[in-house]
């Protein structure tokens, strides 16, 4: 039986405070496991973005609980929040959150740094995380010099080179052309494989929906719908781009 790597309990999540209070979250239960790639979809202002920042641990919910490998994150304060992410939690957003002045290497190795690894290890690792996304030639690369593509298996790398127990993307392709967006989903779909990590993807983008293991969709704060993707959603998604 493969491992829950994440739980959310009645997540319920306020915004704002006084008549403009919102309830972004309503009541959500769910889990993911390691092996797995979830896309959560729905429309704009739904609670997706918030939902994620929920499960990485940047937002603390209202009400309810998030468990990480089993280890309840309520109470937690900022310093020990922050402590979960560095060793549990790997975030990939949509505009890359590169350093220009960084290499591609040296980007990735950020994550280890903040850490405290050793110079030597981090460096090893920061080169078998690009070679993963298949970027080991551009590992002495300026941002610059990359196309957005390359940036976001760049940032892709940064994510996982900490041996994250989720992955957390939010609109990773939404930025990308579909060439790049199909490159940076087949890398994401192969590292979501591994069965000690989940892979959670907030999206808007129809044409990844093919890669997923399983699909929730979210509105008005409350997950409707949470189906599982493979070989039926392939043939709707070719179904409906061939009509």
């Known amino acids: 039986m493969t491992e829950t790597m994440i739980e959310a309990t009645d997540i319920g999540m306020a915004l704002g405070e006084g008549p403009g209070r919102v309830n972004a979250l309503k009541g959500i239960t769910l889990s993911l496991a390691g092996g797995e790639l979830t896309l959560l979809m729905g429309p704009s202002g739904s609670g997706k973005t918030t939902l994620l920042s929920v499960l990485g641990c940047m937002l603390s ?80 690369a300026f941002p610059r010099a990359l ?51 989940a892979t959670f993807i907030v999206t808007h983008d129809p044409r990844i929906m093919p890669f997923a293991d399983r699909i929730l969709r979210i509105e008005d704060g409350r997950i409707v719908s949470d189906q599982r993707g493979g070989a039926d959603v392939r043939i709707l998604h070719a179904l409906k781009y061939a009509s």
């Open 61 to 140: 919910p209202t009400s309810g609980n998030v468990r990480i490998r089993g280890r309840s994150t309520s109470g937690l304060s900022a310093e020990q929040l922050a402590q979960v992410r560095r060793e549990h939690v790997g975030f990939v957003f949509q505009s890359y959150h590169l350093f220009p002045t960084l290499t591609a290497a040296e980007n990735v190795r950020l994550a280890l740094d903040v850490r405290g690894d050793h110079a030597l290890e981090a460096r090893a690792k920061a080169g078998k995380a690009l070679a993963t996304v298949g970027l080991s030639h551009k590992a002495n």
């Open 147 to 197: 196309s957005g593509g390359e940036q976001q298996r760049v940032a892709v790398a940064r994510a996982i080179v900490g041996d994250a127990s989720v992955i957390l993307a939010d609109e990773p392709t939404a930025a990308l052309d579909s060439e790049n967006g199909q490159a940076v989903m087949t890398v994401l779909a192969e590292i979501a494989k591994d069965p000690a990590r």
